[in-house]
């Protein structure tokens, strides 16, 4: 465990140097877009894997960020910062609208009130002309400068979009291991139990939606000033599920795996491009397969993997069944 | 907002309909739900790929994985073939998406649920291409006259259908040995097995009914609008809606939630807004959960410890 930072410290490293070895604006590319998605998944991470609550909403607060970062940089001339500044903060606002009506609700509820929050945003981005052009989308984004510097190609962009993925990956990984985390793991195990040690659920739960949004937001910003397009279908409920299908595949209470599962179905359907039209069915069966078969995601396997080789530590125990999701065995996670 | 009594009957018919559709896709649901304390989020696929085969059976010239094919057969032999092909697809559902995972909570059910509705689609469009595709009307005329009023026939077939499924779920339910059997596995399946029934049968006849309900909503809606891939999703949504309104797990309040859901959203796409048809469920169903969230029949919807 101690040559963790190590570890993280060399990753960081090689990730920094990537673009001077690739130059390749289809790869940047690609890797901007995962880093983003990471970020979001990070966001529905805290949510879902921290907290235990379901949302299959996350594209549409990735929508509000974009449409909100378009709006105040091309309406209102804004420079690109305090509009990602206002994308992160109206988010967040309406995470906790959201959030405050959810609290009651749990489980099938709470994702189907999610999923009806998300078809009405995506409504709102459709037949909002005046702020959301419909379905035309917002062209002539501007990139963000820092100083002299405009970040006006993906290898540039690369170092923000990076910049802000350690970011949000320190502050999750604060949240986990700190006070605010174990309040939000009590409430995943067992919400009654954390209310009788005296958490204050209501309020933890109101936090992990903010922070959910939030993160949606921030990410949906970075989008839209990368790609300097957005349109209403980039939002829909099936970019969210495939957000929450990245966060299983990873190990969804771990922050590593949120990562390694944004990249990997990022990069999977350029892997899958041969397959043409049906790259989408297998992605739906391999979904289905790695449920089955590898519940605790990616990071899961890897622990157990590495578990069965250090023959001093016992194998890892199962997810108790009803437990909130694949999550579980806490210390069988790295961070 | 002009009250004309004509216009109006007519909405209120349509969101019968409508509704009637809904209701038939939320029973579907509520009882999978009842049943194992899931929800199945392929139920609109259950809608949309019995349609998407009908179809294939029902025109003169449907193109398969781009060829053109001419597999018309008579219309019952149609309607019959795809009732056995869904016996079948619910077995399967039930045996992949379900069964492995019926001991790990319900995330994982519901993830892989997800994952067979984004197979189903995608084959479907792979199958049968994106282009939307014209279900034949059993009818030759659109509307009928009934006294003043203009009515799909359509319309009433579904009503009319719909109100039979009903009445058969009802004497199903009620009167015969299996739909005891399936109350039972629906109210404490640790007692159910206790007593002999066979739990994991109980649970696959249950998909396969759930399949059947969405089959015949799909062939009763499919020739009002057409058949595309995305046709399940929003009818499955709105049901879901339909049956949280009406109060989770409660067989008439689907049945209630669905039809109001139906004659609310049609008269509220005639006169407030038709851009937000769709969000009008939804609406409601967050209002629902804000004031009532038991519903309207519901019973408690807390969570055990």
């Known amino acids: ?335 | 907002m002009h009250l004309d009594p004509v216009a109006n009957m007519q909405l209120l018919v349509s969101g019968l309909a409508i509704g009637s559709i809904y209701a038939l896709v939320a029973l579907g649901f509520v009882l999978i739900y009842n049943a194992v304390g899931v929800v199945n989020f392929a139920q609109g696929e259950f809608v949309m790929f019995p349609s998407y085969i009908a179809v294939t059976f029902l025109l003169p010239a449907t193109a398969v994985f781009g060829t053109l094919v001419h597999w018309q057969l008579p219309v019952l032999v149609v309607y019959a073939l795809v009732l056995v092909l869904m016996v079948g697809f619910g077995l399967l559902f039930n045996r992949i998406a379900y069964h492995p995972l019926r001991d790990r909570g319900w995330l994982p059910v519901v993830i892989s649920t997800i994952g067979v509705s984004i197979f189903l689609r995608n084959a479907a469009q792979l199958t049968w291409g994106s282009q939307p595709i014209v279900m034949p009307s059993l009818f030759t005329v659109d509307t009928i006259a009934v006294g003043p009023l203009h009515i799909r026939p359509q319309d009433l077939l579904i009503i009319g259908v719909t109100a039979v499924l009903i009445a058969f779920q009802y004497f199903l339910f009620e009167r015969t040995t299996l739909g005891k059997q399936m109350r039972a596995t629906a109210q404490d399946r640790t007692t159910a097995r206790l007593i002999g029934i066979r739990v994991g049968r109980i649970v696959a006849i249950t998909f396969v009914y759930s399949a059947l309900l969405g089959t015949i909503s799909g062939l009763l809606v499919a020739p009002l609008f057409t058949v595309t891939k995305e046709m399940g999703g929003l009818i499955a949504l709105k049901a879901f809606a339909a049956s949280i309104v009406g109060g989770f797990g409660s067989i008439p309040g689907a049945i209630a939630g669905g039809l109001a859901i139906g004659v609310i959203e049609t008269f509220g796409g005639f006169y407030i807004s038709s851009s937000y048809v769709d969000a009008i469920a939804f609406i409601i169903l967050i209002g629902v959960l804000l004031f009532k969230p038991s519903g309207l029949f519901g019973e408690r919807v807390a969570e055990k410890a």
């Open chain 1, 1 to 335: 465990m101690s040559r963790k930072p190590l570890v993280v410290l060399a990753l960081v490293v090689v990730l920094a140097l990537l673009p001077v070895f690739v130059h390749s604006d289809y790869v940047l590319t690609l890797l901007d877009l995962a880093g983003i998605y990471a970020i979001a998944v990070m966001g529905l991470g805290i949510l879902l894997g921290f907290t235990g609550q379901m949302s299959l909403a996350q594209a549409a607060f990735l929508g509000i960020g974009a449409y909100t970062s378009a709006w105040f940089t091309t309406h209102l001339g804004w420079p690109v910062w305090p509009a990602m500044g206002a994308a992160v903060a109206l988010s967040a606002l309406v995470g906790l609208a959201v959030g405050y009506p959810c609290l009651r609700l749990s489980g099938h509820y709470l994702a189907l009130a999610t999923i009806g929050f998300g078809i009405i945003a995506q409504l709102v981005l459709i037949n909002w002309k005046s702020v959301t052009n419909g379905s035309d989308g917002v062209t002539g984004i501007p990139p963000p400068q820092i100083g002299p510097w405009t970040l006006d190609t993906y290898g540039k962009y690369y170092y923000l979009v990076l910049a802000a993925v350690l970011v949000c990956a320190y502050v999750a990984w604060r949240i986990k291991t700190t006070r605010v985390g174990r309040a939000l793991h009590a409430i995943r195990e067992n919400e009654i139990a954390a209310r009788a040690t005296g958490i204050d659920a209501t309020r933890y739960k109101i936090i992990a939606f903010v922070l959910a949004g939030a993160y949606a937001g921030l990410a949906g910003s970075l989008l839209a000033h990368d790609i300097k397009f957005i349109s209403p279908d980039s939002y829909s409920f099936d970019q969210s599920v495939v957000f929450l299908v990245m966060l299983i595949l990873g190990g969804s209470s771990s922050i590593t795996g949120a990562l390694v599962g944004a990249l990997l179905l990022t990069m999977l359907p350029e892997v899958l491009r041969p397959l043409k039209s049906s790259y989408i069915m297998v992605y739906g069966a391999a979904v289905i397969a790695m449920i089955v078969f590898m519940p605790q995601g990616l990071v899961g396997l890897f622990a157990a993997l590495r578990a069965r080789f250090e023959t001093r530590t016992p194998p890892r125990a199962q997810a108790p069944a009803g437990s909130p999701g694949p999550a579980g065995a806490p210390e069988a996670e790295p961070a």
